[in-house]
């Protein structure tokens, strides 16, 4: 599995995701940095299978973040549930995390 950090969540975050073995890319590391825009990112995702993580919520068919967690609340969360999540990224077409935990929506 293959993961988009999105450019308002922290670079920290792919660091800490490629230490746990995924690979992963930050917006910071494209092309355009940070200023790509959500339709190059979606392009990206459906050509070379990306799972975009964001806080964005436009994408609605990709792993959302939200509830405005803090940067360590949300390393702490994939640190938690990283079982689970990959499991669920590989069923589900929406796997949403909360301050509760993963929700999975079919």
């Known amino acids: 599995m293959k993961m988009l950090v999105d450019a308002q969540l922290p670079a920290r975050l792919a660091?800490?995701?490629?230490?746990?073995?995924?690979?992963?890319?930050?917006?910071?590391?494209?092309?355009?940095?940070?200023?790509?825009?959500?339709e190059e990112l979606k392009y990206l995702?459906?050509?070379?299978?990306?799972?975009?993580?964001?806080?964005?919520?436009?994408f609605v068919d990709?792993?959302?973040?939200?509830?405005?967690?803090?940067?360590?609340?949300?390393?702490?969360?994939?640190t938690n549930y990283e079982l689970e999540i990959l499991d669920s990224l590989s069923k589900a077409h929406f796997v949403e995390l909360t301050r509760l935990g993963v929700v999975v929506r079919w």
Do not use: C, M, W
Not at 48 to 53: D, G, T
């Open 15 to 38: 660091n800490h995701l490629r230490r746990r073995g995924i690979e992963v890319l930050h917006t910071s590391e494209l092309p355009l940095g940070n200023r790509t825009t959500d």
């Open 45 to 58: 995702s459906l050509t070379q299978a990306y799972v975009i993580v964001t806080k964005d919520g436009d």
């Open 62 to 78: 990709n792993l959302l973040l939200h509830h405005n967690l803090s940067n360590n609340e949300l390393i702490e969360l994939f």
